[in-house]
């Protein structure tokens, strides 16, 4: 896993040398590679490449080749083939990747250290690097809305953050719309510096609505969430069909229709063990097994615990000190307290509903005794995807190829009405 492979030529399957039983004959593919028969094909696929990592526009300044320098040594390119405009994500950035990249400036760059969400919002060589240049300490406003994949013609996708209230676990899965159609992530307020956690889920979902409409005024839509994200994208998709907009596709990501038990149950031990696993900071037998301690603990020392159990290999990747945990998991329990008062009413035209392995019991359960709940709020017929993977884990990057797959084929089916 992980590596990256060290020629991409797209070919037409007609010219891929096939066996009687149709498997592709890779000793005869890379003997016709190596003798040039591709030559013309891969000085084009060069051209393009060229074209992606920007090289026709070179670094103007120190910040742009320091940038451009970083992105070099990230997707292992010689710095001459990395331009002003290569873009972070167009290069293949995952998750992992934007990590990495933020220790890499934030050593490069001293004294400045950008939230992954910046990477994000300005993922070219040129905008990363007048942002490192600009002036330090100035607070952009809040926009939940974090453009993970910005090409393509086709309806854009909106996706709802899960009950963390953060954004990189779509980062992997966004890579696979590039040239199909735009991904959107929703991120929840709070994350930065004085920004006021939502005070009800109804505030959240009308703020959500109004930064989907800003960004594209009028329907058809296309709206997502994973796991509590499910019910807030319920939410959305219902009150734009209130503003009279069509809502083509409503995608709800391994969450059932009734979630205030759930909210109930997570209190603070249990919300700051869910993020534990959640970040994959604990494996689900070390925080079964640190849950009694963790009980009668004021809240600080929980936090205390919890990183002291925490795998220092995984904190070192996400770079997560132990007051960004604790910032973390009180913005969790706003969400889950706004959660707290919810109950679905309504309806809207269907939802397609892609199930995994729960936290508790049988995935045929779940599905049967929870999911399908949500045929009571949809006027039409739903469909119920199964997905490979659990709950935390359906989008990493052992399931997150399976999931696109099962994902993009259903979208396509919605937006084009069958």
Known sequence: MGVRPAVILPLPAP????????????????????????????????????????AHLPPRDGAERA???????????????????ANFLELGGTSLDVLRLKQRLRRDFPGRDLPPTAILRAPTVRALAALLDGEPGQNTPYDPIVPLQQTGEGTPLFCVHPGVGEVLVFVNLAGYFTGERPFHALRARGFGPGEPHFGSFEEMVSCYVDAIRLRQPVGPYAIAGYSYGGAV???IAKALEGLGERVDFVGIFN????????????????????????????????????QPALRDLPAPRQIDRIMAAASKRRLAELDLGRDQFAAWVDLAQSLVRAGRSYEPSGTVASVSVFYAIPLRGTKQDWLDHDLRKWDDFTRGENRYLEVPGEHYTLMNAHHVDAFQRVLRAELDRCLRGR
């Open 255 to 290: 969450l059932p229709p009734h979630i205030r038990q759930r909210m109930n149950e997570l209190d603070f031990t249990e919300g700051a063990l869910h993020l534990a696993l959640f970040l994959d900071l604990l494996a689900p037998a070390e925080a079964g097994a640190l």
């Open 15 to 54: 010219e891929l040398p096939r066996t009687a039983l149709g498997k592709i004959q890779r000793a005869l593919l890379r003997r016709r590679l190596d003798e040039g028969e591709f030559a013309e094909r891969q000085r084009r696929a060069a051209e393009l490449t060229g074209r992606l990592r920007g």
């Open 233 to 235: 994208a319920f939410e």
């Open 67 to 85: 940038v451009a320098g970083a992105y070099a040594d990230l997707f292992g390119l010689r710095p001459a083939e990395v331009g002003a405009t």
